[in-house]
Every structure is written in structure tokens, then in C-alpha cells.
């Protein structure tokens, strides 16, 4: 599949919420990317593969354990270099990512 330099992606980052201000602050930092947005959300289920649960107990009565979301659009080129950046430096605090091809981006 051949991808158009200019391309633009959305990348979806999913956190545990000690990591929101080291990431804000990773975030901020990056000069690929003009913003993003943060929002608290929730998960229900556990890690796919983890093969056991990895909720607290209080999580597993309220079937919900907290996160924190950012949202942010770029190159998908960029977005691909950030990943690899991501993975590197937090690959073991259980990040989850979702990387979306965007059709259509409205100027402002």
C-alpha cells in the first residue's frame, strides 16, 4: 500500500494515570506534532493475552479500572516515528495505542 507523504493519521494513546503528566510532559515535547488532547477514560476487560486479570479488587467489583486518553493527529510518518519512541521508552507501563488513518481533515 503506497501512502501519501502528507497523509494524516490519528493516534490514540491509552494510559494508566500515573503516566498522564510524564506523558503530557513527553507530549508537549515533540515537534512533529502541533497539539493533542487529554481526557479521562475508563477500561473494562483485562490486557489481551495478559492471561490473568489485572484489575484491583476494588476494579473488579466496579468492572472498570481508570485511564487517561490523548488524542492527536499528524503525518503518519510522524505518528509511526513517535510509536517506535513510545514503545522504547514506556514499553513496559502498559500503554495501548491505536493508530487511525484519517480521510478526511477539515482546514481552520
Known amino acids: 500500500m503506497t501512502q501519501n507523504s502528507s497523509a494524516q493519521a490519528l493516534l490514540i494513546v491509552i494510559a494508566p494515570p500515573n503516566l498522564e503528566e510524564v506523558l503530557v510532559d513527553f507530549l508537549l515535547l515533540q515537534k512533529t506534532i502541533a497539539g493533542f488532547t487529554s481526557s479521562k477514560v475508563y477500561g473494562h476487560g483485562t490486557r489481551p493475552g495478559a492471561g490473568s486479570t489485572e484489575l484491583s479488587m476494588v476494579e ?5 479500572q481508570q485511564r487517561v486518553q490523548f488524542m492527536l493527529h499528524a503525518k503518519i510518518a510522524d505518528l509511526h516515528a513517535l510509536i517506535l519512541i513510545l514503545q522504547t521508552k514506556f514499553g513496559a507501563t502498559n500503554l495501548h495505542y491505536i493508530l487511525q488513518p484519517m480521510l478526511e481533515l477539515p482546514a481552520i
Do not use: D, L, P, S
Open 60 to 64: 473488579q467489583v466496579t468492572g472498570r
